[in-house]
């Protein structure tokens, strides 16, 4: 299992998974950003309540696949606007399941809301730290996910979330989708 130091880790659990080669990407200086991607990625805050504020609506998610090893949940999803059919994000998430209630862990086995909602439905106190920043180049499986079509360079960062004792509750890799 690859460390979870990696700018692109756990996205690249799954590409390895699936035996197949993570696109290109590189790690960018949040100076070299554009808006929107700079005020939606550069900050310490959950992408689900950025997203929200963002977008002036509730988000949700479809799932693209899962793993499960012992208390260590993984899934890919789409991050969807209410009311909207387009992604607002492509992520890849490790959750540490043994950090979460059972009612908490109920609600994220059941994939239906992003990690950001149930902890602010569950009150749990986190704080967020992107690791970096990355550039990295549309592939099939993200176009697929995000709704595309041909060659993209989007951007996104790599998050950790961290529960008030300093554990890791979850590691993100959250990829915007281009402006529409």
Not at 74 to 82: M, N
Not at 90 to 94: D, E, L, M, V
Not at 172 to 180: A, F, M, S, T, W
């Given at each position: 299992m690859e460390s979870g130091g990696s700018l692109s880790y756990p996205l690249s659990e799954f590409y390895n998974r699936n035996g197949q080669l993570l696109p290109p990407l590189d790690e960018i200086e949040p100076a070299r950003i554009p808006e929107p991607y700079k005020s939606l990625l550069v900050h310490q805050n959950d992408m689900t309540s950025t997203l929200e504020n963002f977008y002036r609506t509730p988000i949700h998610l479809r799932?693209?696949?899962r793993a499960r090893h012992d208390h260590e949940y993984?899934?890919?999803?789409?991050?969807?606007?209410?009311g909207r059919d387009q992604p607002v994000e492509?992520?890849?998430?490790?959750i540490n399941l043994d950090l979460f209630s059972e009612p908490a862990c109920r609600q994220i086995l059941e994939e239906h809301w992003?990690?950001?909602?149930?902890?602010k439905e569950f009150e749990i106190r986190?704080?967020?730290?992107?690791r970096g920043f990355l550039r990295i180049a549309s592939d099939k499986l993200i176009n697929r996910v995000l709704d595309l079509t041909g060659a993209h360079l989007?951007?996104?960062r790599r998050n950790t979330l961290w529960d008030?004792?300093?554990?890791?509750?979850?590691e993100?890799?959250?990829?915007?989708?281009?402006?529409?």
């Open positions: 799932l693209v696949s993984f899934r890919e999803v789409a991050l969807l606007a209410e492509f992520g890849a998430i490790k992003p990690l950001g909602r149930i902890l986190f704080s967020s730290q992107p989007l951007y996104g008030s004792a300093g554990r890791p509750l979850a993100i890799v959250e990829i915007l989708p281009p402006e529409r």
